[in-house]
């Protein structure tokens, strides 16, 4: 039961921080990226359903990726290992972006920026999840 409450907050601490990590990315899609880069222009956002739903999959995300992230890095100290769980979850996203790239009738280079920002959201939320091991509010996946 110890280890379910301590995957559960590894899950909220990743879920809040990718969603933290996504507002910033939004605002700063909105107000400096579309405004000042013309190719970047279709990641204005305003405030309706798709930005709503982008932040409800993106918090979703961070909760499977904090508790995920907490059991690839138990007891071991690989740092490959890290960076590997922090890739996956920012390719799969990032990769389905560039997809919908290729798939448009617009230029790839918005979708290029959605790819590395998801890139940016899980190695946000793993130097939060490593913080917070750091300092014992969330043990670490102990092997049996």
């Known amino acids: 039961m110890a280890e379910r409450i301590e995957s559960l907050k ?5 879920g809040f921080s ?3 990590a996504f507002v910033l990315v939004s605002l700063l899609n909105t ?3 579309a405004n000042y880069f013309h190719n970047l222009a279709s990641l204005h956002s305003d405030i ?3 930005l709503w739903v982008s932040g409800a999959l993106a918090t979703f995300s961070g909760l499977l990726f904090g508790v995920t992230y907490r059991y690839i890095i138990r007891s071991d100290k690989n740092p490959q290992l890290k960076a590997g769980g922090v890739l ?3 390719l799969v996203r990032g990769l389905t972006q560039i997809e919908l790239g290729l798939n448009s009738s617009i230029t790839i280079w918005p979708f290029l920026a959605l790819a590395a920002e998801s890139l940016l959201w899980f190695a946000f939320a793993a130097i939060a999840l490593d913080f917070a091991i750091k300092l014992r509010w969330i043990k670490p996946f102990s092997s049996i």
Not at 10 to 14: E, P, R, W, Y
């Open 88 to 90: 996956a979850f920012g």
């Open 31 to 33: 107000f400096i990226l």
């Open 48 to 50: 309706n359903w798709h």
């Open 10 to 14: 590894a899950g909220i601490l990743g």
């Open 18 to 20: 990718v969603c933290f």
